[in-house]
């Protein structure tokens, strides 16, 4: 008997395996109806306010972007415009100007300049473009790294 002892000692006979069923049953449905919370794809990151939370990626990029690129076989700097190749100070100075003074009348004016250098271009090259923007007025200049040539 459950209670142990003699009869005369428990007068009411409980059987306790069927509350041992109910109370099991009872565990095993709250287990499955549970809801773990989903930390699945969320990470904390630190990500700058102005960009990136535009919702739908538009046609046009937004951007003022020189290329420079190390020649080996000449042992000078390539700089690209677009897809123009520039040697002359003097014609990046006009063509900066005239992609900036297009992109104010587009009604943006904090369009960045970005100087996209592969990293075996000397710094006094990539200063010479931080200088003709500045002599622009052009106050948003931005770097980012090349990939390297193999």
């Known amino acids: 008997m459950a209670?142990?002892?003699?009869?005369?000692?428990?007068p009411v006979a409980i059987n306790v395996i069927p509350m041992v069923d109910v109370i099991f049953c009872l565990c095993v449905f709250f287990m499955c109806s549970?809801?773990?919370?989903?930390?699945?794809?969320?990470?904390?990151?630190?990500?700058?306010?102005?960009?990136?939370?535009?919702?739908?990626?538009?046609?046009?990029?937004?951007?003022?972007r020189i290329a420079m690129f190390w020649d080996e076989a000449t042992s000078k700097v390539r700089r690209q415009f677009g897809m123009r190749t520039v040697?002359?100070?003097?014609?990046?100075?006009?063509?900066?100007?005239?992609?900036?003074?297009?992109w104010r009348a587009k009604g943006e004016p904090n369009v960045p300049v970005i100087i996209d250098g592969d990293?075996?271009?000397?710094?006094?090259?990539?200063?010479?473009?931080?200088?003709?923007?500045?002599?622009?007025s052009?106050?948003?200049?931005?770097f980012a790294l090349g990939k390297k040539d193999a």
């Not at 989903?38 to 538009?58: D, H, M, V």
């Not at 040697?87 to 900036?100: A, V």
């Open 3 to 10: 209670g142990g002892g003699d009869a005369e000692d428990n």
């Open 34 to 64: 549970f809801k773990f919370k989903q930390l699945e794809g969320k990470f904390e990151s630190w990500l700058p306010r102005n960009k990136g939370a535009e919702g739908t990626p538009s046609d046009v990029i937004k951007e003022i």
């Open 87 to 102: 040697d002359d100070d003097g014609e990046m100075t006009t063509l900066i100007r005239g992609s900036y003074e297009d």
């Open 119 to 136: 990293e075996r271009v000397p710094w006094s090259e990539v200063l010479k473009i931080v200088n003709i923007a500045k002599g622009l």
């Open 138 to 142: 052009i106050d948003n200049i931005e």
